[in-house]
Structure formats: C-alpha cells, structure tokens
Antibody
Framework: QVQLQQSGPGLVKPSQTLSLTCTVS??????????WTWIRQNPGKDLEWLGY???????YYNPSLSGRISISVDTSKNHFSLRLTSATAADTAVYFC??????????????WGQGTLVTVSS | DVVMTQTPLFLPVTPGEPASISCRSS????????????VDWYLQKPGQSPQLLIY???YRASGVSDRFSGSGSGTDFTLKISRVESEDVGIYYC?????????FGQGTKVEIK
C-alpha cells in the first residue's frame, strides 16, 4: 500500500524559509510515472497547486510564487521536499503532498499526504 | 490561469435526497487529442486530506460509491449525489488539469440540514 508521510516544522518566522518533506513508502519515487506535487490550503479553505517534481529532477512551479519555491528529491531516501523562501503570513496554510500521474489519462491526484499546518509568525 | 467557479458555495442537504454541485471553467477542458475532459472532483471530509471522487469528467475513483456521478462537457460540469448520506458531508472541489498550473474551484461545503 503506497503512502505519503509528511514531516517538517509547523511554525516559521517571517522572512525565513518554509521547508517540508514528503516520504513515499510502497513505491519508488524514481519510477517516472508520477508528478510528485505540493498543494496548499489557506485558512479560507482555498486550494492552491504549488508545483511538482518529476523523474528525479524536472520541475514546474506555480508562477504566482514568484520564484520563491523549489522542490527537490532525494532518491536514496525516497522523499521529495518543498522549500519556500521569504515566508510571510500569507504563506500560512495546510500543506499537502500528493501524487499525480504523468500520463494525461492518469493525471489526477489519487494519493495525498496527511497535511501539515504551517503558521508563519514571529 | 484557468479559473474554476463552483456553485453553490454552501449546500444544506437532507439524507436520502439528491444533491448536485456545478463547476464552470474559463476555458474548455476537452483535450482534442484523445477526447478526454480533464476535470476531477475531490471531497475533503472534516479533518482529512482531500480524496479523489471523480476523474476525467465521469470516471469514479476506486472505492467510490456509485451514488456519485460526474457529467458535463466543455466548460460546464456537474457532480451529482443520487442519495445523500451523512458520511458525504465535507467540502467538494472541482479541479482542472488541461493546463498548468492546476487550479481548483472555491469549494462547496455540504452539510446535513
């Protein structure tokens, strides 16, 4: 059974970097079959797609994040990570990792992490 | 970005009765190459992560009750629940994946009357 397990701090100070990790169990992150994705949900419950990493290196980010985001992968640990620099209160949200198929017919998000509430506050 | 607009935003429902949620996209979600329509529906139950209900317009995800169905075409889509049960409460989202960045509707909160 494939699972996504998130980890990372729940409190980040303004202007600092938000960092989260999603560990994949039951599947290889290097399979090339999935976009490993980050999505967040603000306190108003809006969902925002942040970006993905694919095939151990290719990335695509939401332009709305103005270059503050990076997603990386560690194949030896079978996990992928999110970094969001220059955090502000607007980045306070529940962050989810998710798996989306590369094949267009399978591009939906069929597996999600448990979510991590990150609060940006001094 | 493709804008997804859901109506209503709040839906009180009666157990055993049908319910429907609408979603409209700012551009067509029909993929001309293979004929698929790239709209999916998710349900976020209280305290949980979103879960996939319907993908590619009308295909039920594994394990999803046949009380749920998706329909529509082009830019207008509907999620229907044939008979609402108490376990169906939560926030329903439509999402497009015809283009990046993926975008979601605002969500429809379904509660029991």
């Amino acid at each position: 059974q494939v699972q996504l397990q998130q980890s990372g701090p729940g409190l980040v100070k303004p202007s600092q970097t938000l960092s989260l990790t999603c560990t994949v169990s039951g599947d290889s992150i290097s399979s090339g079959r999935y976009f490993w994705t980050w999505i967040r949900q603000n306190p108003g419950k809006d969902l925002e797609w942040l970006g993905y990493i694919y095939n151990s290196g290719s990335t695509y980010y939401n332009p709305s994040l103005s270059g503050r985001i990076s997603i990386s992968v560690d194949t030896s640990k079978n996990h992928f990570s999110l970094r969001l620099t220059s955090a502000t209160a607007a980045d306070t949200a529940v962050y989810f990792c998710a798996r989306g198929g590369v094949d267009d017919s399978r591009g939906f998000f069929d597996l999600w992490g448990q979510g991590t509430l990150v609060t940006v506050s001094s | 970005d493709v804008v997804m607009t859901q109506t209503p935003l709040f839906l009180p429902v009666t157990p055993g009765e049908p319910a429907s949620i609408s979603c409209r996209s700012s551009e067509s979600l029909l993929d001309s190459h293979d004929g698929d329509t790239f709209v999916d529906w998710y349900l976020q139950k209280p305290g949980q992560s979103p879960q996939l209900l319907i993908y590619s317009l009308s295909y039920r995800a594994s394990g999803v009750s046949d009380r749920f169905s998706g329909s529509g075409s082009g830019t207008d889509f509907t999620l229907k629940i044939s008979r609402v049960e108490s376990e169906d409460v939560g926030i329903y989202y439509c999402m497009q994946r015809i283009a990046f960045p993926r975008t979601f509707g605002q969500g429809t909160k379904v509660e029991i009357k």
